[in-house]
């Protein structure tokens, strides 16, 4: 029996229906596929313009129209006009509408832009998803009477269909991609280089600032009080940045002895000094290329903020004893917990080195400040500490918790980290309890006593704090919030000094 040749006509219409389907398999962007539906339908029928409209409840006419062709600039203001009679008649019904001759059809009397445009045959079905209607899909010519068929209308109203279901997926798609993208976002704005980690408004600023820095070379000052986490953004800004292959070299300038602190920045050469028996490489140097971190600037003596500004401004250091000029491509970055301002004002900080240092500021917000970070950081230090000291420490009860999310953290998340550390170790079970904590807030007794004068007060409570952290003056200076200097300082002047 011989095979019945396919009409051309449905045979085409297979193929345009094939077109669409890979269409929908291939083409995710949204923008990219109405544009290709919209050319394979006027391709197809031979349609003189076309366009696309989707439901829109937030727009005033309901929908947007979302891609058009060769509607003019003459048209462009009057595209609307000329379908809308048309294509709300189609989204309000759900049915599409075929029209043979324009001109002459009743339904469309009123509508002069039809007139005006000499449009003689229109055809509109609508896009549909399952049973709802999600736009419209418009073809008309100036050409011919009669241009659109019922086969025309028939091949359509599916072809409108898959349209619908492909533009629908596409958008989905679209949409989740953003979505997803906005997590990773959100994600890596709350871990952004291993433990800076927040959720506040605060935090998550500070983190976009971070990442708007990253790749320049500007200064950047970062100021908080100890414990903030200055050293961890600025090996963000260091490692998430273009040097991130170069060194990054941190120098604690109140933690190195005045008198060493220049040989150790700038380096020296043999016989510079008593015990110089070789040339020395300075940490600037070793920083070339890459990031040089100066914590506690403002313990940076006199004599090294001129020599710190030549760095800056020449881009060039020279080693003790040393004639020679060497050129260094460092980035500068600096952290403090004093107000730098009132430091300049006493005359204890140039105030042309601060300028040059704080380009750009980056203010850390204490941690009693974004408390909506402690349960997370809270987490986050207790799975590191049960890793690191293999114990199987999973949950943090309600109490504990709340307590806390009272407490004062003068230590900032320093201080929450030594906490949750200690809690881990002491705890007996898999999860930490009030009694873990070992949280022993001041109490009204400690704060206010007869007669205690203010400078007594900062005694007890710097005697007290050494107590409770063995003597140990690195541990007390970050747990009370100042440089190791200011510390030595404080216990020379009340005869402790006996390290």
Known sequence: MKKTEEHPAVQDSFDALY??????????????????????????????????????????????????KNFTDTHSSSKLAASSSVVKKVLSSGEPVLTFDALSDERFEASRSIVAQKILSII?????????????????????????????????????????IAIDNARRYDSLR???????????????HGELIGRSKTWKATLDLVMRVVDTDASVLITGESGTGKELIARAIHFSGRRKDKPFMAV??????????????????????????????????????????????????????????????????????????????????????????VEIKEGKFRDDLYFRLNVISIPLAPLRERKEDIPLLARYFMEKAS??????????????????????????????????????????????????????????????????????????????????MNDNRTKTAEKLGVSLRWLQYRLKEWHRDTK
Not at 38 to 43: P, R
Not at 135 to 153: C, I, N, P, S, V
Request: net charge negative.
């Open 124 to 164: 509109c079905v609508p896009l549909r998803q399952m049973e709802r209607t999600t736009g419209a899909l418009y073809l008309d010519t100036t050409k011919a009477r009669g241009k659109f068929t019922q086969e025309t209308l028939k091949f359509l109203a599916i072809f409108g269909h898959l349209a619908g």
């Open 19 to 68: 077109n669409i389907t890979q269409s929908i398999n291939s083409i995710l962007d949204p923008e990219e596929l109405l544009d290709k539906v919209l050319e394979i339908a006027m391709e197809h029928l031979d349609a003189e313009r076309g366009l696309i409209l989707l439901n829109n409840i937030e727009s005033e006419l309901g929908f947007d129209v979302v891609t058009a």
């Open 387 to 468: 890793t690191a000291h293999k114990r199987l420490v999973k949950n943090i009860t309600a109490e504990a918790m709340e307590k806390l999310l009272k407490h004062p953290w003068h230590g900032n998340a320093r201080e929450l980290q030594n906490v949750m550390e200690r809690a881990v170790v002491l705890s007996r079970g898999e999860e930490i309890t009030e009694e873990d904590l070992h949280l022993q807030l001041l109490t009204e007794e400690d704060l206010v006593q007869s007669g205690l004068t203010l400078e007594e007060f900062e005694r007890k409570l710097v005697e007290k704090t050494l107590v409770e």
């Open 252 to 341: 604690n300038c109140s933690a190195i002895p005045e008198q060493l602190l220049e040989s150790e920045l700038f380096g020296y050469k043999k016989g510079a000094f008593t015990g110089a028996s070789a040339d020395k490489i300075g940490l600037i140097e070793y920083a070339n290329g890459g990031t040089l971190f100066l914590d506690e600037v403002g313990d940076l003596p006199a004599s090294l903020q001129a020599k710190l500004l030549r760095v800056i401004q020449e881009r060039e250091i020279r080693r003790v004893g040393d004639v020679q000029d060497r050129k260094v491509d460092v980035r500068i970055v600096t952290a403090t917990n004093r107000d730098l301002d």
């Open 178 to 192: 953003k979505e997803n993208e906005r997590l990773k976002n959100e994600v890596g704005s709350a871990t952004l």
